[in-house]
């Protein structure tokens, strides 16, 4: 069964910092790029963050740029996300999706991913 599976949500203070993991399941991240997608109530869903099949392309969106940090380990079949110095406008549930063969030149739309997980929830609250 091919799986995405996020973790390291959860509630953090605003300055605060949470490390996001998606692990692999089921098939090898090796040929796909990964993305991390977020989604706020009332909002639509933006890509934050691409990785390509062996790290060596970032692309981040403005909003997160210097303050999140994208990195893959592809020997555990997971990826990451380290959120440092994190504002109330992060909160958001977090999705990790599979993209065969980006190379994240630009950010994936969401309709062009190939695999999604179901999400981590990030709360950002004094």
């Known amino acids: 069964q091919l799986q995405l599976v996020e973790s390291g949500g959860g509630l953090v203070q605003p300055g605060g910092s949470l490390r996001l993991s998606c692990a692999a399941s089921?098939?090898?991240?090796?040929?796909?790029?990964i993305v991390w997608f977020r989604q706020a109530p009332g909002k639509e869903r933006e890509g934050v963050s691409c990785i390509n099949n062996n790290g060596g392309i970032t692309n981040y969106a403005d909003s997160v740029k210097g303050r999140f940090t994208i990195s893959r380990d592809n020997a555990k079949n997971t990826v990451y996300l380290q959120m440092n110095t994190l504002k109330p406008e992060d909160a958001a549930v977090y999705y990790c999706?599979?993209?065969?063969?980006?190379?994240?030149?630009?950010?994936?739309?969401?309709?062009?991913?190939?695999?999604w997980g179901k999400g981590t929830s990030v709360t950002v609250s004094s």
């Open positions: 089921g098939f090898t991240l090796d040929y796909y790029a």
């Open positions: 999706a599979a993209a065969y063969g980006d190379t994240c030149h630009y950010m994936p739309d969401f309709y062009n991913v190939d695999y």
